[in-house]
Structure formats: structure tokens, C-alpha cells
């Protein structure tokens, strides 16, 4: 199986790439911590401040682990397959796992898990900038699936060179005795 990315065209691009990066803001990146106020004690006290998405969103990275590795699968499968039928499919099923994924997270970025801070009302947790940018390589995934449903079909490359075409003679009249 030969892994032909000329067979990748702009939408399997933008999956991919931002499927891989999603991965590692998953991660890498805080995606929900203390307020400042809260973090300067905590950091005082050697206490963690903050967390990445893996850490923090316990049924949600799941579902972010699918559409990560969806994506992945989509750009393998267009650069490996001649035939449009696998890659379609894996394209399909991901912009619906990604849309999915983009409303969950607006959700949890509008809403934040609060903990309120001894009944004062205060919030003390906030989204941070893994969150705002895991919304937005989502958003990405999302975009990149639909231009590539647009596009599909076979890739030039793998097209035939030409179509077979039959001309189509009358039969004689049949004679019957």
C-alpha cells in the first residue's frame, strides 16, 4: 500500500493536520484551571494549578480521542486508497464525531465547571488557552471534513485514462419460419 499525498487535497489537509495537533493540545496545554487569585496560593503550596484536557474532561476525551485518531485515519486513508468508498466513509463519520465534539465544547467553555469557593459565590475555575484553542482545532476538523465531503470522488491519478465506450448496433430482425 503505497501512501500517495497528492491523493490529499485541501479538506483531508486541514483534518489531519488538525486532528494531529488536537492530540497534543490535549495533552500538552492547561485547558481548565484556578483563577489567579486562587493559583498564586495554590502555587505557594506546590499544588497543581491547572489541568490539561486529558486530565480534565473525564468523558469528553474520549470523544476527543476518537475524532483525533478519525482524523488521523481520514488522511491515511485518502493518501493510501485508489477507490473514494473508504475514504468517504471515514470523512463522513468524522464530521459527524467532530460536530458532536464542537458543540460539547462550546458548552464546556461557556459553562465551566465552577467550584465555588466556601458559599462566597466565587468562581474559581476558568477555561484556559487549551481549551479556546481545542475549540477552535475542532471547528477546523469540522471545516475540513465538509470541504472534503464537497470534493469527493476518484483522484485524478486514479481516474482511468479512458472510458471504454460501445456503440450500440441494431440487432438484425430475427426471421422466423
Given at each position: 500500500m503505497n501512501i500517495e499525498t497528492s491523493r490529499l487535497r485541501a479538506g483531508e489537509w486541514l483534518v489531519t493536520a488538525a486532528a494531529l495537533l488536537l492530540g497534543i493540545v490535549l495533552f500538552a496545554l492547561p485547558w481548565y484551571g484556578f483563577v489567579p487569585t486562587i493559583a498564586h496560593g495554590l502555587a505557594e503550596l506546590g499544588k497543581p494549578t491547572d489541568a490539561t484536557g486529558w486530565q480534565s474532561l473525564e468523558i469528553l476525551r474520549w470523544l476527543i480521542l476518537i475524532v483525533v485518531l478519525g482524523g488521523l485515519a481520514v488522511g491515511w486513508l485518502?493518501?493510501?486508497?485508489?477507490?473514494?468508498?473508504?475514504?468517504?466513509?471515514?470523512?463522513?463519520?468524522?464530521?459527524?464525531?467532530?460536530?458532536?465534539?464542537?458543540?460539547?465544547?462550546?458548552?464546556?467553555?461557556?459553562?465551566?465547571?465552577?467550584?465555588l469557593l466556601a458559599g462566597a459565590g466565587v468562581n474559581t475555575i476558568e477555561a484556559k488557552i487549551g481549551a479556546y484553542i481545542g475549540l477552535v482545532l475542532t471547528a477546523a476538523i469540522v471545516t475540513g471534513a465538509y470541504v472534503s465531503m464537497r470534493q469527493d470522488g476518484i483522484a485524478e491519478g486514479d481516474a482511468p485514462a479512458r472510458i471504454e465506450t460501445l456503440r450500440l448496433t441494431p440487432r438484425p430482425a430475427a426471421r422466423g419460419g
Open positions: 485518502q493518501a493510501t486508497r485508489p477507490a473514494p468508498a473508504a475514504p468517504v466513509c471515514a470523512t463522513v463519520l468524522e464530521c459527524a464525531a467532530s460536530v458532536v465534539l464542537f458543540v460539547a465544547l462550546v458548552v464546556r467553555v461557556i459553562d465551566v465547571p465552577s467550584v
